[in-house]
Structure formats: structure tokens, C-alpha cells
């Protein structure tokens, strides 16, 4: 059997960056393994058929003379570069929105558009397995309450609607992030993205395939949904579906979905795909071929040999020491069930402070030398609640300390317990009070090339005992004095609460 180049080159650029990015890869791993969640455990289907496709092409690729671009391993080493940004900022998203990006670029670049061109589908359909799709799944799960609130009432049946939690005769139902019909979503556009691609339909044709089958999977879930409150409300919420398990109904419902699917899509009319020509590049010699394949896979492998060189300047690991704050005893134990939960911190710390009239605080404190995956203060997981308490509401409230405004995010949460917890909390960079949200992680991904920042949270805690007005002054008095500690700030200053709308 002859050589096939163009075929080693993409099936060996597959591979090695699955293997070079490998924190990224174990992520996505663990996401197809997740039998909780259960929203990407058909990743591993998708890899195979992937891996299919690029193999279903070989006698073209064969054919194909391989012209690489003289400066396309800079575009590569940008993009491994840009995949570390991700990765030290711990935004998932980035790096698995990067992964199949940079194995395309590599494959143009150590073989040429042409090859590239031919192994895009396959390589892009993998973004059918990666969590990129969280992005959308707040509005699925708005939508898919939205509608079965106009659904119930339809059906007779009272029903009220707070946040996402649907409120029926019966009892209530909570429209969760499971709930949005997002894993039906995916696989059905990936089953017709895979089947334009099969019959070599044209671009229109693809795109209304996509459109049917988006359209069938979200009313297949909001049908589930609703029979779901249906049979809640009929059972005194004593139904199969309600009690034990409505996960594989889903699955169920979709079967038929499928069908209704196949039936419309033999009804679309066909028109196969064109194979536009190219204008023919200058075939390139092996030598020179051989030299661009070895820079675009050092290019590659940028991003993760300059990860392993920070790894390597491990920052010294400190005693965290709680502040003494005057007029309170403490620090000591936190007995209460509040346990903010925060994966891998450098530092970390949670105590409790009480006043003569036995008003109590808590005060926990993790700070971050260096983020990773999995090792990151906004990861998947990480709650200032922790487990044993749900939010309620939500609060902005600014804070003068110092003479400086600091923004707090006041949470009121319920937990097992008769009293309700009231939270203040805020995330720190190198001291200073940052929101860490994306623009922030960004940019704290690109300091990190040079030095990685110091990323903290603080967060107070007091039970609504007798009142949360009182919880309120117990945390402004404790606020006060330790926050200037936790974030070094000069001195301290008079703090000021004032509420704003829910946010």
C-alpha cells in the first residue's frame, strides 16, 4: 500500500494534539464519562464517526498534492498560545472552542489548503462533542420554562412561574439546566449535519436539515416537560416520571422525534453539493514539506511546553492566618453547614467569629498562586453556598472601604436548617476586587504568560437570626475590619451598604 501523506497528517495531527493538550483532553474525557450531567456521553460516538470520515476520504486525500503555506506554523503557534490563555484563565470554553481549530490549522499548514479543505467537516464535527454548547443552555432552559408555563395554562391547570421554578396545585417543579433539552439539541443537529454530509447535499439543503432537527428536539423536549407536570399534578406528584426517573422518557419521545425527522427529511428536496475546483497550487517538494510539517508541530506544541515551564515555578505555599478583629472572639471553628466548596486553592481557610450577644460570623478565604483546570476559582462546581444551601435571592451592594468602592454580591440562601443564610462575597486579583467574569478571566490568562496573579475569594456568612437586617450589620461590622486585611488594603475605611435591584 502506498504512502499516504495528506491521510498520516491528519489523522497524526488528531492524535497528538488530543495528547499535547492534554488537560484539555481529560476534561472533555471526563464530560463523556458523565453520568450525571449526561450531555456529552455521546462524545465518544462522535470521535469514532469523525475518524470515519477523514478514513471514508483516503483515496482522495491520496490524491491530493500537498502545498503548505510558508507561514502557516505562525497562525498555529498563535493558536497554541491562545490555547494556554484558556487554560491559565481556566475557561473551558476556550480551549475546546481552540482544539479543533488548531488541528485544522495544522493540517493546512503542514499540507496545504487543499487537504485542510477536505478534512474540515470531520474535524469540525467534533465540536458536536465538546461543551461549547454550555453558552446557549441558559436560553434553552428559560425558553423550554416559558413555554411550559403557557402549556400548563392551556391545560387548566393553575400555575405560577418564580425564576425557573414552576409552581403547580400539586407541588413545584424546577426547570434545571438538565431540563433544557440541550443533549437532545446536540444530537439531533449533529445526526443531520452527519447525514448532509453523507449524501453531499449543498449548503441550503444542510442548513434546513439543521433546522428541522433543532426544531424537533426542542419540542420534544418541552413535551416532556410537560407531560411531566401533567402527570405531577394528576398524582399528587406520586408519578414514575416525577419520583424515580424522567431521563430515558426523554430518550424515549426522541425515538419517535427521530422518526418525524426521517419522514420530513426525505421530503426536503435534494440537491448534492458541487465539488468546487480549486485553482491548482504548485505541488511542493517532500524536503520542503517535511520542514513545514516540523515547524507546524512545534508550533503546535508551543502552548503546552510554555504551560509545563510555569509549572515548573512552583510559588510557595503559605499558612493562611485569619484575621483578629476587634470586638469579636474568634477566629475559631465554623460549625455551622456552610462550607463554600472551591476545587484545589493554594490557601484556604473557614472560621467563625461571635460578638457578646452571640451573633456569629463566618468568614471563608481561598486564594489561587496559579489556575489550571481544575485547579481555578470560577471552575464548574465552585460555589460560595456550598451544597447544603440553594440561593433565593440575589443582590449588588457597594461597599466603600478605604475611601474606594468595593461591589459585593449579597446572596439570601435557604438550607436545611429554620433560619436563612445570608452571604456577602467578592473575588480578588492581586488584591484588588475584580468580577472575574469573562472579559476579566481573559485577562487574566494573558498576565499569566509572564506571571500568574494572585486570584482570591472572600466571603461572609451570618444566619437571618432573628432577622436578616441583623445578619446584615453583623457582616457590615466584621466586613469593616477584615476585608482590608484579606485584600492588603492600607487601612481600613467606613463601609456603606446600599441595596440595589435584584440582579
Sequence with gaps: MPWNAP??????????????????????????????????????????????????????LRAIEMAPPSFGWCVVAI?????????????????????????????????????ARRVAF????????????????????SVTALVNVWLTRIAGIPVTMEGNVIQIPAGSFEIAGGCSGLHFFIVALALAALQGELDRDDLRTRWLLLGIAGVLALVTNWLRVFIIIVAGQLTDMQHFLVKVDHYYFGWFLFVFALGLYLYLSSRVPRRSRKESSMPPSAASTRGRVVVLTLLSLVALALGPVWSLADAGEAAQ??????????????????????????????????????DESGDEVALYHAVYRSQRQGKELRGHGNSVLGKHYQPKETHRRELVV????????????????????????????????????????????????????????????????????????????VAVQALPVLLSSPEAGRMVVSASRNE
Excluded at 458523565?34 to 470515519?52: F, K, N, P
Excluded at 475546546?96 to 488541528?103: D, I
Design 317 to 354: 505555599r503559605a499558612e493562611p492566618t485569619p484575621p483578629s478583629l476587634r470586638g469579636w472572639t474568634g477566629p475559631g471553628l465554623n460549625l455551622s453547614d456552610w462550607h463554600p466548596a472551591f476545587a484545589n486553592p493554594d490557601e484556604e481557610f473557614l472560621v467563625a467569629y461571635q
Design 122 to 141: 470531520p474535524v469540525l464535527y467534533l465540536y458536536f462533542a465538546f461543551p461549547v454548547w454550555e453558552l446557549i443552555n441558559p436560553l434553552l432552559q
Design 7 to 60: 491521510l498520516a497528517i491528519a489523522l497524526g495531527t488528531l492524535v497528538l494534539t488530543a495528547g499535547l493538550f492534554w488537560p484539555t483532553s481529560i476534561e472533555i474525557a471526563d464530560l463523556w464519562q458523565d453520568t450525571v450531567r449526561r450531555r456529552y456521553t455521546h462524545g465518544w460516538l462522535v470521535l469514532g464517526i469523525a475518524v470515519w470520515l477523514i478514513w471514508r476520504d483516503r483515496a482522495r
Design 79 to 115: 493558536g497554541s498560545v491562545g490555547w494556554l490563555v484558556g487554560l491559565n484563565a481556566g475557561l473551558l470554553a476556550v480551549t475546546t472552542l481552540a482544539m479543533p481549530l488548531l488541528v485544522l490549522a495544522t493540517i493546512w499548514s503542514a499540507a496545504g489548503k487543499a487537504v
Design 402 to 477: 478605604a475611601g474606594g468602592v468595593i461591589a459585593v454580591t449579597e446572596q439570601l440562601a435557604a438550607g436545611a436548617g429554620q433560619h436563612d443564610l445570608l452571604v456577602w462575597s467578592l473575588f480578588a486579583v492581586d488584591g484588588r476586587p475584580d468580577p472575574m467574569g469573562f472579559p476579566s478571566q481573559l485577562a487574566y490568562g494573558i498576565r499569566s504568560l509572564r506571571q500568574s496573579p494572585t486570584a482570591s475569594v472572600v466571603a461572609f456568612a451570618a444566619e437571618c437570626r432573628p432577622d436578616c437586617d441583623s445578619a446584615r450589620r453583623s457582616l457590615d461590622v
